[in-house]
């Protein structure tokens, strides 16, 4: 099944600084990438995502990059501020047949913006 | 829209309790819910998907029998967990995907179950 790695589990950075988080997947089969903003006790939350046939999307200060052949998938947020600490997950889809699928989430990354 | 609404929101019980933990779509018909589990400081675990009146598939080292899956109808999935003990205390989500919709899942806002 599909394996996803997510790098650092911690991340600590000054406001105003840029932030970067990275996954990886293993299965060259899936095909949609999101990634989740969830703060303490409350849901996850659908802050961009990336589909296979696309390299880079962008919305705001946030963006996200793909490389297939790598299997690697990146997050970057820009001109951070206080709210975006959170803990930020990727996520893997796979197809496993007719309208079945499954998301399979990296670790998390708590992201801790310092004012 | 694509609001999904999970209920009791906390559950505080002795141990040997059963729970029902309700998910439900309120404004579109979930072809397939999601139950996860999450521990303090750690990922979305998936527990089982379960499709609208077929039984649920459950993941490797998920029992069964200790989480009851339902899902009666396109709006309603419930999670029993069943006799409940220490080891069972969690964050529990549900999600749920209707055909068309422009994300993946669509999150509750998930269950505090704690077992005394």
């Known amino acids: 099944g599909e394996n996803v790695e997510q790098h650092p589990s911690t991340l600590s950075v000054q406001e105003g600084d840029s932030a970067v988080i990275k996954c990886t997947y293993s299965?060259?089969?899936?095909?949609?990438f999101p990634w989740y903003k969830q703060e303490l006790g409350k849901r996850p939350q659908l802050i961009i995502d990336?589909?296979?046939?696309?390299g880079e999307k962008k919305d705001q200060r946030i963006a996200v990059t793909l490389n297939k052949t790598a299997k690697h998938f990146s997050l970057h947020i820009t001109e951070t501020q206080p709210e975006d600490s959170a803990v930020y997950f990727c996520a893997a889809l796979t197809y496993s047949g007719g309208s079945n699928y499954k998301l399979t989430f990296g670790k998390g990354t708590l992201l801790t913006v310092n004012p | 829209g694509a609001v999904v609404s999970q209920h009791p929101s906390r559950v505080i019980c002795k141990s040997g309790t059963s729970v029902k933990i309700e998910c439900r779509s309120l404004d579109f018909q979930a072809t397939t819910m999601f139950w996860y589990r999450q521990f303090p400081k750690k990922s979305l675990m998936l527990m089982a998907t379960s499709n609208e009146g077929s039984k649920a598939t459950y993941e490797q080292g998920v029992e069964k029998d200790k989480f009851l899956i339902n899902h009666a109808s396109l709006t309603l999935s419930t999670l029993t967990v069943t006799s409940a003990h220490p080891e069972d205390s969690s964050f529990y989500i549900c999600?749920?995907?209707?055909?068309?919709?422009?994300?993946?899942?669509?999150f509750g806002d998930g269950t505090r179950l704690s077992i005394l």
């Open positions: 299965d060259s089969a899936s095909n949609y």
């Open positions: 999600s749920a995907w209707t055909r068309g919709s422009n994300q993946p899942q669509h």
């Open positions: 990336i589909r296979s046939n696309v």
